[in-house]
């Protein structure tokens, strides 16, 4: 990925949630319910997932969303 695409991401996802996931059945359960919730193609639905790069720890997720109004959904809902 280069610095335009790097950039242009930036601008398009500013709303982001950190979670710490426990399970793997916890994280498939946050995945369907935004698939469900959203949609799950990523040029249209507005959020996505991103493991951090560089963390030891696996259990890190940080989700991505392009309005602020889908992230604290997200958030008043799983943490």
């Given at each position: 990925?280069?610095?335009?695409?790097?950039?242009?991401?930036?601008?398009?996802?500013?709303?982001?949630v950190?979670?710490?996931?426990?399970?793997?059945?916890q994280?498939?359960?946050?995945?369907?319910w935004?698939?469900r919730?959203?949609g799950?193609?990523i040029?249209?639905?507005?959020?996505?997932r991103?493991?951090p790069?560089?963390?030891?720890?696996?259990?890190?997720?940080i989700w991505?969303?392009?309005?602020?109004?889908?992230?604290?959904e997200f958030a008043?809902r799983?943490?």
């Open positions: 990925m280069n610095s335009k695409q790097r950039r242009l991401t930036r601008r398009k996802y500013k709303y982001t950190r979670t710490h996931i426990r399970t793997y059945e994280y498939c359960l946050m995945f369907d935004l698939a919730k959203h799950n193609i040029s249209k639905c507005g959020w996505r991103n493991h790069e560089g963390t030891i720890d696996y259990h890190v997720v991505e969303f392009v309005r602020e109004r889908d992230s604290i008043l799983w943490l």
